[in-house]
């Protein structure tokens, strides 16, 4: 099948490369001409594991990217992979997929015959139907349901296991009222299905729209409700890792997603529940659970820093911020906890040193002026104190380093340093 994606983010790029592993022609269409050559040149334009040799595979030979619309004419379908960023208010501006939906409007105006076009961005119920399918049909002078049909396709991909979470999908959601819209997207996804044991979901347009922000929303949910319990564990000595292996045993449960300490971060939970808990009070309605998801979230590091204030007086010192990637394995630090717990450290006087293997030059628009190390240990030298705020694998094994400090305080907001003697450790949970 000829199919099209629109946008070379994270999301648009792993589609395309994936769809195209699949056996399909994939049209990549982005306004970014570097991105553009990297994936003609079978390069990935960012970083993300299996990307690269898909590219190399397939880029300028079964997926080509382009800059010009026209392109996708050859193409039956069309995933709209555009982002959807929050606004003040946390509702989703969808001023970038509405203006893409406008340009594909209108070069749909040069078809004849069908066309699908696909909701591949996370947007608020109604947005496809009401908003960009309107879009699509004036712009296009084609009729929906009849030479235009529409459908929502949300992802699952986190990042830095996007190519294999597409490949490994627990189910594909489908959305959408056309019968030629279903057909085409069961057929774009029938090698993955086939080989998958992925539940294929079909739905209506609107369900689908907030499948995806029900799954964010319960994930973020999950978290902070472990780090609730976690919070009353602390309290009570308990150790709240033993409590959650347990409970995580009933089937019910589930044990994924109950580690608890600093809490969520990245470009997509605080995003996403903002924008439902915003959408559903323009209704009327107050989600008391979601408001309390982000009240808990956003408490984690306030009660870190409290931790480390009950060991150290921290004003003028020097402490040590291990890990600044929102979660190991990326050098993503979009709504990262180690950046409240920096804002929190300097507040309170601390001279930081930073280190992270991956995610310091990011960081650093966020903090210009504060030490990034090379090393932890060139962190941790001359440092009071030590947090800890991403759970990369290296800092397990972290052990004279920590003799290097003036005092050896280490509070861990991820459990992933041992206690042991010579070192006073606070676990945020546990
Ligand atoms: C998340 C979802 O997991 C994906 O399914 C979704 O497609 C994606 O958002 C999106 O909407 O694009 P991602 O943001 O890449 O993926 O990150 P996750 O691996 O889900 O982790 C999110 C945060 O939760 C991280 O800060 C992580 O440290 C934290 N977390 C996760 C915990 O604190 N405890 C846990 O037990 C699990």
């Not at 959305?175 to 997207?185: F, K």
């Not at 440092?383 to 972290?398: G, P, R």
Request: net charge negative.
């Amino acid at each position: 099948m000829k199919l099209s994606v629109i946008g070379s983010g994270y999301v648009g790029t792993t589609i395309a490369a994936c769809f195209a592993e699949l056996g399909h022609d994939a049209v990549n269409v982005d306004i970014d001409e570097a991105v553009v050559n990297s994936i003609n040149d079978g390069r990935a334009p960012i970083h993300e594991p299996g990307l690269e040799a898909l590219l190399e595979k397939h880029g300028g030979k079964s997926l080509t990217a382009t800059t010009d619309y026209d392109d996708l004419l050859e193409t039956d379908i069309t995933f709209l992979a555009l982002p959807t960023p929050s606004k003040e208010d946390g509702s989703i501006d969808t001023s970038i997929i509405e203006a893409a939906a406008e340009t594909l409007g209108d070069t749909l105006r040069e078809k004849a015959g069908d066309h699908v076009a696909v909701t591949k961005s996370t947007v608020i119920p109604t947005t496809t139907t009401e908003t960009l399918a309107p879009i699509l049909a004036d712009t296009s002078g084609k009729q929906l349901g009849e030479d235009l049909h529409v459908a929502m396709n949300p992802e699952f991909l986190r990042e830095g296991t996007a190519v294999e979470d597409f490949q490994n999908p627990d189910k594909v959601v489908f959305g959408s009222d056309s019968e030629t819209a279903i057909n085409t997207l069961q057929e774009i996804f029938e090698p993955l299905t086939k080989a998958s044991n992925a539940t294929v979901v079909e739905t209506g347009v609107e369900e689908a729209e907030m499948i995806k922000y029900a799954n964010n929303a319960f994930l973020a949910s999950k978290v902070s409700l472990i780090n609730d319990i976690g919070n009353i564990c602390k309290e009570f000595g308990v150790d709240a890792y033993e409590v959650a292996d347990a409970i995580g045993l009933d089937n019910r449960i589930g044990e994924r997603f109950l580690r608890s300490g600093l809490g969520w971060g990245g470009s997509c939970f605080g995003k996403d529940t903002n924008a439902i808990i915003h959408a559903a009070k323009e209704t009327g309605y107050e989600p008391a659970m979601l408001d309390a998801a982000v009240a808990v979230n956003d408490r984690q590091p306030e009660r870190l820093l409290s931790l480390l204030d009950d060991h150290i007086d921290v004003e003028s010192e020097r402490v040590a911020v291990l890990g600044l990637a929102f979660k190991p394995g990326t050098d993503d630090v979009r709504d990262s906890r180690a950046i409240p717990v920096i804002n929190g450290l300097q507040e309170r006087g601390v001279n930081v040193a930073a280190y992270d293997p991956v995610a310091a030059e990011n960081m650093r628009t966020h903090f210009p002026d504060i030490e990034y190390t090379d090393a932890p240990q060139d962190a941790l030298a001359g440092a009071s104190a030590c947090v800890v705020c991403t759970d990369w694998d290296e800092f397990a094994v972290l052990d004279e380093e920590f003799d290097a400090m003036e005092t050896r305080v280490v509070v861990d907001g991820r459990r992933i340093i041992e206690r042991r003697d010579g070192l006073t450790y606070e676990g945020l949970t546990w």
